[in-house]
């Protein structure tokens, strides 16, 4: 009896512990949700549904034979579990958080000091547990579809893994949604944008479901575009989650603490290791279209998320000023969020343009002026509107929202406004130096060599034109947020 006891006591203690690490916002939602009404109707619809196609699925083998059917049945289970899995668990995890927040019952969940991030991380992991629920419930059916043949096992392994990457990064997408607007007007507008990601989300699910069933895992890793594409998907889905979730408990947090470190050290992880993820799906192909298309793509998100840096809140607390730094670039301010969004878009672009040089074993094939204004054109278009926006020195145009407006007015702007001029008074001449303002027509031109940039020391002179005008911007963009930040810490 004693030797029970002593076995038990050191267990008891380490459930104890483990008890008390565990976050008790997962149990309280995971309850709170199980009792709901919305849980059991869609619960058992689901396992209508599934029982439903199973019984078709038997008549179809007793009428059609051997016949191999387990793909069309499979993609049906899949659908059942995807409706719950895309759209109704992540919709009822943004409700879920922003009742908290219409409410007013965050202050008390913030004096339980959890803090903001172990609040979402229970809200998150709640709506995991919930879907793990809904998951072992079509598992068997999901299996069942394996006997009726048609599909492999390992292809139904990893259309399930994805789904479940693809189910835990529209969740992150859910929750983040709900921490973006305070007033009522903005939440109206965010619960539209989501109602409507989720729907796209569901369709995107459900078709990538089917092209992974088409193509099978076979054909799938003899495919080195497939492949590349299907990790490719999965990394960005994980990396993505991780960054949003990072935002959502940055915009949950006091302005006195060191919000900005958790997304902005995301971003800065995920940009490296992507540049190393590239450098290894580049290794075995030396393709020049991969590593052009990585080049783009990175600069296109990589400035989205500049923006967002550049238009933080200006200044930082006094608390924190002390410890702040030139080189803290992970720290609240706009000044430091652009100045990182800057080195983060030179070192991509530094990094895709010698995959570039590379793939092309001889540096002189290389159109080295279109690797270069790829960048340019992204901090020039990048750093204009946070110093036009500064000229009028006024705190309401120089605030986040019509900054972030005015990136997108001046870009599109800048990409009709040149060419259209240049066509309507330089109608026959064979291209004017004017459209080169536009970002995608002067990236394909500088790549192309084509006219007017077919001689060399003419591309190279408008290169340099078109750098001193990105880096004129990014100057007056540095220098005015720097004047912001000494006018919010006067005041």
């Known amino acids: 009896m004693s030797a029970t006891a002593s076995v038990e006591a050191p ?82 995890a943004y409700r879920s958080l922003a009742r908290e927040r219409e409410d007013e019952t965050w202050v008390l969940l913030l004096l339980t000091g959890l803090g903001p991030r172990r609040i979402l991380r229970g809200k998150v992991a709640s709506c995991l547990v919930q879907g793990g629920l809904y998951a072992s419930a079509v598992g068997p059916f999901l299996l069942f579809s394996y006997y009726l043949n048609g599909i492999d096992l390992p292809t139904l392994l990893l259309v399930l893994l994805l789904g479940a990457c693809w189910f835990l990064f529209l969740t992150v997408v859910a929750v983040c949604t709900a921490t973006l607007a305070e007033g009522r007007m903005g939440r109206g507008l965010a619960h539209l944008a989501l109602l409507g990601a989720l729907g796209l989300g569901l369709i995107y699910g459900q078709a990538m479901a089917f092209a992974l069933c088409e193509q099978g895992f076979r054909s799938l890793l003899a495919s080195d575009e497939a492949l590349a594409l299907a990790l490719g998907s999965l990394w960005m889905m994980l990396t993505c989650a991780w960054l949003l979730f990072e935002t959502a408990a940055a915009r949950l947090s006091l302005i006195t603490e060191n919000y900005s470190w958790g997304p902005r050290r995301a971003l800065v992880v995920q940009t490296v290791l992507s540049a190393l993820v590239v450098l290894g799906g580049w290794w075995d192909s030396r393709s020049l279209t991969w590593a052009w298309v990585m080049s783009i793509l990175g600069c296109v998100y990589l400035t989205l998320c500049g923006l967002l840096l550049a238009t933080d809140v200006d200044g930082q607390a ?21 100045r990182l969004a800057v080195l983060l878009l030179l070192f991509w672009s530094a990094a895709c343009g010698v995959l570039l040089v590379l793939s092309t074993h001889t540096r002189s094939a290389v159109e080295l002026p279109g690797v270069i204004s790829l960048p340019l054109y992204a901090l020039l278009y990048l750093s204009l509107p946070l110093w036009v926006a500064r000229l009028p020195r006024s705190p309401v145009f120089s605030s986040p929202a019509p900054v972030r407006l005015l990136f997108f007015v001046l870009g599109g ?13 330089w ?22 060599g084509d006219s007017p940039l077919d001689e060399p020391v003419l591309a190279w002179s408008l290169l340099g034109c078109v750098a001193l005008l990105a880096a004129l911007s990014v100057f007056l963009a540095d220098r005015s947020l720097a004047a912001r930040e000494r006018q919010v810490h006067a005041a």
């Open 11 to 92: 267990l008891a203690r380490w459930l104890a512990r483990w008890a008390e690490r565990l976050n008790p916002l997962v149990v309280k939602e995971v309850r709170q949700g199980l009792r709901s009404r919305v849980f059991w109707l869609s619960f058992g619809l689901m396992l209508l549904a599934c029982f439903i196609i199973s019984l078709a699925a038997y008549v179809a083998t007793i009428e059609e034979g051997l016949r191999p059917q387990g793909r069309t049945f499979f993609l049906a289970f899949f659908l059942c579990l995807g409706m719950v899995h895309f759209f109704l668990l992540p919709y009822g």
């Open 413 to 425: 702007l800048g990409l009709l406004l040149p060419s259209l001029v240049s066509y309507v008074f």
């Open 427 to 448: 109608r026959e001449a064979d291209g004017t130096f004017l459209s080169l303002l536009n970002p995608f027509l002067g990236v394909t031109l500088f790549a192309e």
């Open 318 to 338: 006094r608390s924190l000023r002390a410890a702040t730094r030139p080189w803290s670039l992970l720290r609240p301010g706009a000044l430091r969020g652009f």
